[in-house]
């Protein structure tokens, strides 16, 4: 069994209010039938989001303050404020996104 380490990541009562009233429908179809509660989904979601970002640019020196990531089927957008990074709002991707 590998354990797979994520990112710590803020979550915003906003984000999750976002997350409800806009993508309610993915954890229903995913969360919800395995028994994982909506903020415990959204928030592992968003941290294996962050962790893409961070595998994408390991190894250079570029540094993010705010970012959006599409992450399967949600973009999810983060600021990073005196090294803590926050979700702070969430919604549907678009196709090219």
């Not at 994520?6 to 995913?30: M, N, T």
Request: proline fraction near 2%; charged fraction near 20%; glycine fraction near 6%.
């Amino acid at each position: 069994m590998t354990t797979v380490i994520l990112p710590r990541v803020e979550v915003s009562a906003h984000a999750i209010d976002r997350l409800s009233e806009r993508c309610l429908h993915i954890w229903q179809e995913s969360g919800k039938k395995n028994g994982i509660g909506l903020m415990s989904f959204f928030i592992t979601k968003s941290r294996e989001a962050y962790a893409t970002l961070l595998k994408a640019l390991a190894g250079s020196s570029i540094c993010v303050s705010v970012c959006k990531i599409s992450h399967e089927g949600v973009t999810y957008v983060f600021n990073n404020d005196h090294g803590v990074t926050r979700l702070v709002t969430a919604y549907l991707s678009e196709p090219n996104e």
